[in-house]
Structure formats: structure tokens, C-alpha cells
């Protein structure tokens, strides 16, 4: 390996990360959570620092020994991986990517007029994933692999309830749907507990699988998608059980979401079940004030707001992480990470400075 940007060598530890989800006291160092990190910025960092070096890029399993040398490059305890072959056609809008690390094929969003399903004869004709069918190909390999001190998060592809929701009705006509035809929006919504109720059971059944986690924005910066009534009939149930099935076999259930989840964060605590809650903006709420308003009852992680990561440079980076380690650490319960994920319009050298702080931090 060429050189590295990191002042602190850590080690994984998986256990480590469990205990803090589980806020059974004060971590022995700063643990680092994300939902997951470009491909470019990946390629980047890969690219600088050497970290594929003795790998063969044409084996069959290159793929994943390259996330499993990444991974711990950065200090991460983890992989993240779930069933694969679950993937669902959608409608999306494709634009340039003026990012620096600018992504090839350019950058696409959801069409938010008229999805896949916008009636009956859609519903029925649509192409649902088998989940029973999926893939556990690489669950096996890092069940099989990966180094004793890293896990896998269950995760990807999975508990897209409220965006799946928006994404395969399209938002606009989600929300006249949930006047003129609940029973559409119902049928969905069922349709996805049914996919999803099959594979957190599948991924349960590996025990390299320590943690899983739901990724489901459902919000936006004043409030939710939809109702704070009609989440709790449409999207809520769905987590409800994922968190159940996850506790019955011993795993915490973390949830990502954005947005301002207020109007339903105590559903989503005392009903839901959640351990965590991973993504977090300022202008909605710094991730320390989250911190202490729900930190003795669920884990934080991640928070470190994506805007300010673009824009302030790496000391006011460094010092943003010292602040929120200093309010968040010492209770335990906190990991450290982006408020949402690592894009390639992040600058590279301030998210690295994120890491490094992180490792420096003294607990």
C-alpha cells in the first residue's frame, strides 16, 4: 500500500460497533458508520493510496475482496451487503454530473409524476422480485471471508417501504392516490412487506450478519413525505416487523432515513422498535441536539452535515468532528459519519479529514 492519509491506525471491531448500537456504555475508540460511499469517490481512494495492490482484477471474486480491502482502509467494521438479484425497474430523469468526480452515464432522479404503477393493470403486470429466487451469493462468500473482526450489515436493496412508495407510483401521483385509491396504495404497500418479510429472513440466516439496517428516506426539511397518519398505515408496519424479526434473532435494527422525522420519531422509537437512526441535516436538527434529545433511548450515527462537508475545508471539518465527538461520545451510544452518505461531490480530503479526526478522538 503507497502511503495513507490516516495520523492513527485502527483496527476493526465489530463487537465494538454492536456495543454502541446497543448503548451498553463508552466505546474504546470513535466507531465510523455510512450508508455506503460513491463509486467514484471508492475508485479515488483506491486509486490514491494503493489499496488494491496485490489484488487481481480479473477474478470472480474481485469485487468483494476490493470493498472488504477498502473497508478496512478506512477504519470501517463492516460490510454492507444483502440478497442480490432484487432490483426493481423504475422511471428516472438523467442530467450531466458537474460533480469533480463526475459519474459516468450521468447523475439520474426519480420521475415524480407518473411511475411504473399508476393503476391495477400496472400493479399486476409489474415485474416483482422473487426474493425466495435471490441471489445469497455474496452474503456466502463474506460469511465465508471476510476477516474474524469485520461483520455484514443486511443491508442494500431492502425496507424501501416509503420509497419505494413514491418511486414506483411517483410521488405526485402518490399523493392523489392516497385520496382516489388506497386500496392501490394498500396493495403496494403490502406487496413490500410480503418482498421484504422474505429477505431479512434470509439474511438472518447468516451469522456474519450482526446488524441490520433499513434504508428508507421519509421526509423532506419541514416534515414528512406523506401524513404522519398515512405513514403509520402504509410504511410503518413494514419497519415495525423488520425490527421484530431482527430482535427475535438477536441483531439491533438501524434505520436510515432523511428528512424531519419528528411528527413520527416517537412511533418510530416506542412503536417501531428502532436501535439507531442513521442521517441527520442541520438545518433540520445538528446531529448533537438529536443526540440529546433521543440519545438515551436509540443510537446516533453519522450526522456530520453533507452541505458543510462540500463546502468548509478540512480544519473546519476537523473541528466540526471534534465538537460533535466531545457532546456525543462520552454516554456512548454514537458513530460517526456523513449526515447521509459519502457522494462524489464531497471533497475527498474532507471526508478523509472526517476519518482521521474521528481516529484521533480520544474517548
Not at 49 to 77: C, H, I, M
Not at 329 to 353: E, F, R
Request: charged content about 30%.
Amino acid at each position: 500500500m503507497a502511503s495513507t492519509p490516516f495520523s492513527v491506525p485502527v483496527t476493526p471491531n465489530w463487537e465494538g460497533l454492536v456495543r454502541c448500537i446497543r448503548r451498553e456504555g463508552t466505546t474504546e475508540r470513535v466507531h465510523h458508520a455510512e450508508l455506503f460511499i460513491d463509486w467514484e469517490v471508492q475508485q479515488e481512494i483506491c486509486r490514491r493510496y494503493g489499496v488494491l495492490d496485490g489484488l487481481d482484477a480479473n477474478e470472480e471474486d474481485f469485487p468483494l475482496k476490493r470493498q472488504v480491502a477498502l473497508q478496512r482502509f478506512l477504519g470501517y467494521d463492516y460490510v454492507r451487503c444483502g440478497l442480490d438479484g432484487m432490483e426493481m425497474p423504475l422511471k428516472r430523469t438523467t442530467t450531466a454530473d458537474l460533480a469533480e468526480l463526475a459519474r459516468s452515464g450521468g447523475r439520474s432522479y426519480m420521475e415524480e409524476h407518473a411511475g411504473p404503477i399508476t393503476n391495477w393493470d400496472e400493479f399486476e403486470a409489474y415485474p416483482w422480485p422473487d426474493p425466495e429466487a435471490a441471489s445469497t451469493r455474496s452474503l456466502e462468500w463474506y460469511s465465508e471471508n471476510l476477516p474474524e473482526d469485520m461483520c455484514i450489515i443486511g443491508s442494500g436493496g431492502f425496507a424501501h417501504f416509503a420509497e419505494y412508495l413514491t418511486w414506483l407510483m411517483a410521488y405526485e401521483t402518490l399523493c392523489y392516490s392516497l385520496y382516489d385509491q388506497r386500496d392501490l396504495v394498500k396493495a403496494i404497500s403490502d406487496k413490500l412487506v410480503e418482498m421484504y418479510r422474505v429477505a431479512v429472513r434470509r439474511m438472518l440466516e447468516f451469522d456474519r450478519v450482526k446488524i441490520i439496517m433499513g434504508s428508507d428516506d421519509m421526509g423532506f426539511r419541514n416534515g414528512t413525505l406523506i401524513s404522519p397518519a398515512d405513514m403509520r398505515e402504509f410504511v410503518l408496519p413494514g419497519h415495525k416487523l423488520m425490527a421484530r424479526m431482527s430482535h427475535e434473532a438477536g441483531r439491533p435494527y438501524v434505520l436510515h432515513s432523511c428528512g424531519n422525522l419528528e411528527a413520527i420519531m416517537e412511533d418510530l422509537i416506542e412503536d417501531v422498535g428502532i436501535d439507531a437512526r442513521h442521517s441527520f441535516e442541520d438545518v433540520i436538527e445538528p446531529v448533537e441536539d438529536a443526540y440529546d434529545r433521543y440519545g438515551d433511548r436509540i443510537a446516533i450515527l453519522g450526522g456530520m452535515d453533507v452541505d458543510f462537508l462540500c463546502r468548509a475545508g478540512e480544519e473546519r471539518v476537523r473541528a466540526r468532528v471534534r465538537h460533535i465527538l466531545e457532546r456525543c461520545m462520552p454516554q456512548g451510544g454514537y458513530c460517526l459519519g456523513s449526515g447521509n452518505s459519502i457522494a462524489n461531490y464531497i471533497p475527498v480530503d474532507s471526508y478523509l479529514a472526517m476519518l482521521d479526526e474521528g481516529r484521533k478522538f480520544a474517548t
